[in-house]
């Protein structure tokens, strides 16, 4: 039985193609650009909590939430309920 999770972000589901592409991505960004190790994993679990992560994507923007919270200026999107 092949279980599809709807709460998973992209390296807890079997999008491993998308997510090596996220990861090369998020590798060329500059220090300048990207959030340090402790933001991304705390920006990571909150999304994990959130009713708007489907399969790694963000249903408010569309986004997949891997790569948005890499960049240490994005904020969640949800403007009524900002997580981070």
Known sequence: ??????????????????????????????????????????RLALCQQCDNLISGVCMKCGCYVEFRAAFIKQKCPDTRDRKW
């Open 1 to 42: 039985m092949n279980r599809e999770c709807k709460k998973c972000l992209l390296y807890e589901s079997a999008e491993a193609d998308m997510l090596a592409d996220i990861k090369s991505r998020i590798n060329k960004l500059t220090p300048q650009e990207r959030a340090d190790d402790d933001v991304y994993s705390h």
